[in-house]
């Protein structure tokens, strides 16, 4: 059953991941990222990370979601518009990325082997305890750095959007 409900999920989170990527509108995209984030809160369920679960959807479906569709509709941002100016982008963009593919492939394989198989539900780090932990011990830089960006793209987001209003 894990799975089955395992192959569920990562179908459903690549084919949004696609889905965002191909997107020619945003709030479409932005809602394909939101499929995203929820099928791999799906995936922390399943490898027992239920606290590391709930953050994800709370924190990136919810809160980082809802700041990016505010941004988009800020910015009235319409649908792309197609241009014919990326030529070379048309004849490298595939072999290039079966070379990512490959490459990738590779290196996932070579470092597999050695490992263990993963136990779904034998995973016991994912509590409160442990993530605060390291959050605010190990990763202190990386998270108020993040806190950072996240500030200044909202403040660039609402001066772009004080620009087209004048």
Not at 140 to 148: G, H
């Amino acid at each position: 059953m894990d799975l089955v409900l395992f192959l569920t999920f990562a179908i459903i989170a690549v084919v949004c991941g696609l889905s965002m990527a191909l997107q020619r509108h945003p709030v479409a995209s932005a809602l394909s990222l939101i499929g995203v984030m929820v099928s791999l809160a799906v995936l922390y369920v399943l490898l027992g990370a239920e606290f590391i679960a709930a953050a994800q959807l709370v924190v990136y479906s919810g809160a980082i979601m809802v700041l990016f569709i505010f941004v988009i509709m800020l910015l009235n941002a319409g649908a792309e518009k197609t241009t014919h100016k990326a030529g070379l982008a048309h004849f490298m963009g595939i072999p290039l990325l079966l070379l990512l593919l490959a490459v990738s492939t590779w290196v996932i394989t070579k470092s597999t082997l050695a490992g263990k198989m993963v136990k779904f539900g034998a995973f016991s780090g994912g509590g409160p305890r442990e993530v605060g932990w390291e959050l605010f011990t190990r990763y202190v830089l990386p998270f108020e750095v993040t806190s950072i960006l996240i500030l200044i793209a909202i403040a660039g987001a609402v001066r772009l959007a004080d620009r087209e209003l004048d």
